[in-house]
């Protein structure tokens, strides 16, 4: 088999996995190729959401593990094929030298065993920084079940390491994936928040939930994320909408993948982040699932009417993140403006602040966007949907941005 033949089946076979961010690395060109450096990497991104600058692929698509969402479990009818680790150096820096990539994702099904697995990517990774001083960003999949030892050896040589949660809950995993546990992915996480330095996996590490596989609701999901980065210091959780590529009565017969709820989903995560929010403000047991057609900042500031409008000149700046349509960002240049001057809804326009959101949500100088009459639940969520339903009209077929567009 060639090596484009091999490329084809191997890249083809890793297209399902989302987490392969490149942000947050400091390696330094030694006089080699590339730079893992934040200036060195180019952020592009597909419309579905995904990484286009690292060259993705797996080691090998050949697996021992029967997870029953995967397209390379062992039981299924595909083409297998492994690459050596001479192969992948010389397709990296192929592509490297032609301005094709600006660095490396790199994973694999379980081969043999774990440790024979973690082995074969530590050889491929040695010899790219060690052989062909190759600096640029690689992010590596650890493998569940591998010494402690092979994981801080392989730490020392990428700038990201990740390894899936794969399901919400233990039970699902269970269900779907019965080679696997959370013991040992938890494990995983532990040995690299302990070792986590400048030069050991210096951006951080990552994990990745498929959404729509399993029963668990958003609370479950969101719950286990909150966990997750409050417990290992992740640096991010990413979803994965389920993809149906097998046929299993334990599986969801779903036509089309859950990107909307995807991306209600990563809303939600920068709002864990970055604007202090708790799990349990956003969901509950008896509300268990975000509204798909609102957004959930938006859908918490419908459920809590009462704390609004807020008025935009005396707001504090964390009461003003809770306005839907308001980030850190537009929010610091309110409370630098309203210094100056009494700030007025065209001054927000004039100031870059988008008010299509915000305007249900918020006073200016004491005056409501419209006749005060219609701060009613009913309006507001009324004309916040049916923006939804244009913007989903406008991107049928394709996965919503990673990123939190709305604020």
């Given amino acids: 088999m060639t090596i484009k033949e091999k490329l084809e089946i191997l890249a083809d076979s890793a297209k399902y996995d989302a987490s392969c961010s490149s942000s947050g690395s400091a390696r330094e060109n030694k006089g080699g190729l590339g730079a893992g450096a934040i200036s060195g990497i180019c952020h592009s991104f597909s ?12 080691m090998t698509n050949c697996c021992m593990f029967d997870c029953k969402y995967c397209v390379n479990r062992k039981t299924n009818r595909v083409k297998r094929a492994i690459f050596t680790p ?26 043999k065993s774990p440790d024979y697995t973690m082995e074969k990517l530590i050889e491929t990774i040695f010899l790219l920084r060690h052989k062909y001083h190759f600096s640029g960003y690689i992010h590596a999949k650890a493998i569940p079940g591998a010494s402690d030892y092979l994981v801080k050896k392989l730490g020392l040589l990428v700038d990201r390491l990740s390894v899936n949660t794969e399901l919400p809950s233990e039970n699902g995993l269970k269900l779907l994936a019965p080679n696997k546990n959370y013991q040992k992915i938890e494990h ?5 928040k302990q070792n986590k330095s400048k030069v050991f996996t210096p951006a951080g590490e990552s994990t990745q939930m498929i959404i729509g596989a399993s029963k668990d609701s958003d609370y479950d999901i969101m719950n286990r994320s909150s966990f997750l980065y409050e417990t290992y210091d992740l640096k991010r959780v990413f979803y ?19 990107l909307q709820r995807e991306h209600r989903l990563y809303q939600a995560d920068f709002l864990l982040r ?18 798909i057609l609102v957004d959930p900042k938006a859908d918490w500031a419908l459920r809590h009417l009462s704390e609004f409008p807020k008025e935009i ?18 929010a610091k240049k309110i409370i630098q403006g309203r210094k100056v001057f009494t700030i007025t809804f065209e001054d927000l326009k004039k100031m870059g602040i988008s008010v299509k959101r915000a305007k249900y949500f918020i006073l200016c100088n004491g005056v409501y966007f419209a006749n005060k009459e219609v701060f009613q639940k009913d309006f507001i969520e009324k004309n916040l949907v049916l923006e939804t339903k244009e913007k989903i009209e406008d991107k049928k077929g394709q996965q919503l941005s990673l990123f939190y567009e709305s604020e």
């Fill in 188 to 192: 995983i996480m532990d040995v690299v």
């Fill in 313 to 330: 000149n005396k707001a504090s700046y964390y009461d003003l993140l809770k306005v839907p349509g308001i980030g850190p960002t537009s």
């Fill in 47 to 58: 419309n579905d959401g995904r990484c286009i600058s690292l060259l993705k692929i797996l």
């Fill in 86 to 111: 001479e192969e992948i150096c010389e397709i990296t820096l192929s592509f490297y030298r032609r301005n094709y990539i600006e660095g490396l994702f790199l994973s694999s099904g379980v081969y």
């Fill in 240 to 258: 994965s909408a389920y993809i149906s590529v097998n046929k299993d009565p334990f599986l969801p017969a779903l036509e089309l993948p859950p």
């Fill in 274 to 291: 970055f604007y202090h929010y708790k799990v349990e403000q956003l969901l509950d047991p008896l509300h268990p699932n975000f509204n």
